[in-house]
């Protein structure tokens, strides 16, 4: 198995924040200490693709802007690419790769190229390296069209490809990515993923991904980390966060006639018609090979078609389950 190449190791960062001002002839401001996160750890491994999710202000751009070097912790470590990020912010730089949503490496006013130029300047590449990474760069992400094109002319789903192939020049083992579909539409964002799996596989990059969009996660993630309030709530695959979380499947029968109405414990009727059934399956109080097998029993079946809970719906059941037990860690 491959070594981390993220190791998070008790991480903590608090900030003081004013909450007014009290006193009476001498006026002091008040302060007090936010732990926006607390005690965090895990490891990634090299290669692995990790959604790294959670709700608003649980701690996820603090989290990572200290993997980033952009931080640095108030106690606890971290190493990044064998770096400590926030001591040594210049080596790690060389060894990592951030991609915005609304942000861009690129000069718009410059055609792609003289962006990639600059960049490969920057980092100081050989130029055989550099032209060697363009020319697989330009095939994975499809560029070929772009690179002489001015940056302020390209599409936004055009600029995020161009961006994810800045972000790569330099072969970073790491490659963080913030909310990269933000604003595109859906055939933009298909591509979109599409390029980053194809990338992962190509160049073994590892991906921290963060997107309030569960496409995002589900097409191109097969981990998860969801944190809440500072803290790790959830670290799982994605398979098994369906399977322990999921609480509802849905199962939609084709039939020759319907007849009477579908009764039972743990299962709610989602609609029916003469020709069609549409049961939503509480999972922990009715087995789904049990309610297809009464089905089956009941019914003429021409097609089936049984469907997972939405990963939306998931993540939102486990949100609910954490605002009731207070913001405590559930796993």
């Keep these: 198995m491959n070594a981390p190449i ?23 401001h008040a302060t007090q200490n936010f732990e926006a996160v607390r005690d965090l750890s895990f490891d990634i491994r090299a290669g692995e693709k990790i959604a790294f999710i959670g709700p608003n202000g649980a701690g996820k751009s603090t989290t ?20 400590v990020p926030w001591k040594e912010t210049r080596a790690l ?17 410059l055609p792609v190229i003289d962006s990639y ?27 070929g069209d772009l690179l002489h ?30 909310e990269p579909t933000i604003g595109l539409d859906i055939n933009a964002k298909a591509t979109l993923r599409d390029h980053l799996n194809r990338m992962a596989h190509e160049f073994e990059t590892t991906i921290i991904l963060t997107s309030h969009d569960t496409d995002d996660i589900e097409r191109v993630c097969n981990r ?9 709530v959830i670290d799982t695959s994605l398979t098994e ?34 020709h069609r059934l549409a049961l939503q399956i509480d999972v922990a109080r009715a087995p789904v090979e049990q309610v297809v097998g009464e089905c089956l029993a009941r019914y003429k079946i021409q097609d089936i078609a049984i469907e997972n809970m939405p990963l939306e719906d998931v993540i939102r059941t486990i949100y609910d389950r954490q605002n009731a037990a207070g913001g405590v860690v559930v796993t």
């Design 6 to 28: 993220i190791t998070v190791d008790r991480l903590t960062r608090h900030f003081t924040v004013p909450v007014g001002v009290s006193g009476g002839w001498f006026k002091k």
């Design 64 to 83: 990572l802007k200290m993997l980033c070097g952009l931080l640095q912790s108030t106690s606890g470590t971290a190493q990044v690419a064998g770096f």
């Design 93 to 109: 730089s060389r060894r990592i790769g951030l991609v915005f949503g609304q942000r861009s490496h690129l000069w718009p006013t």
């Design 117 to 143: 130029d600059l960049l490969a300047a920057i980092y100081d590449l050989p130029r055989a390296h550099y032209w060697a990474q363009l020319d697989k760069l330009t095939i994975v992400f499809d560029l």
């Design 149 to 178: 094109q001015r940056v302020q002319t390209l599409s936004l789903g055009q600029r995020m490809r161009c961006d994810l192939a800045a972000a790569l020049l330099h072969q970073p083992a790491v490659l963080f990515l913030d």
């Design 224 to 232: 998860v980390i969801l944190i809440d309030h500072g803290h790790k």
């Design 241 to 274: 966060l369906r399977r322990d979380y999921a609480r509802y499947k849905t199962v939609t029968l084709t039939v020759d006639a319907a007849g009477e109405a579908f009764v039972r414990e743990g299962v709610r009727v989602l609609s029916q018609s003469a």
